[in-house]
């Protein structure tokens, strides 16, 4: 199992940004971020495999979100642009070997503990 440490959430307006990272102990296949509001179970939102292709990203966020990351640091970043009150929640980062064809929460067998978003109107 590998270790996974979130960094970068915050409190922002609507239209802001904001860059969440991710900081693995070691190198694992397939990172991704997941997010939960309250009330609501925990959904996809971006992954990425190990040679950065292929993304993938879930329809509420495509077009404003970027998923890279740098496997020389092991990390995994998350650009949050035109962020909406919607996109208020836990943001947790994932990571599993060796596919990356899920957004199933239950397919993720490594989790960081999360990074709170807060986006205001």
């Known amino acids: 199992q590998v270790q996974l440490v979130e960094s970068g959430g915050g409190s922002v307006q609507a239209g802001g940004s904001l860059r969440l990272s991710c900081a693995a102990s070691?190198?694992?296949?397939?990172m991704a971020w997941f997010r939960q509001a309250p009330g609501k179970e925990r959904e996809g939102v971006a992954r990425i495999a190990s040679g950065s292709e292929p993304t993938h990203y879930a329809d509420s966020v495509k077009g404003r979100f970027t998923i890279s990351r740098d496997n020389a640091k092991n990390t995994v970043y998350l650009q949050m642009n035109s962020l909406q009150p919607e996109d208020t929640a836990m943001y947790y980062c994932?990571?599993?070997?060796?596919?990356?064809?899920?957004?199933?929460?239950?397919?993720?067998?490594?989790w960081g503990k999360g990074t709170q978003v807060t986006v205001s109107s």
């Open positions: 994932a990571a599993r070997p060796p596919w990356c064809d899920t957004f199933s929460p239950l397919d993720f067998g490594s």
């Open positions: 070691r190198y694992i296949y397939c």
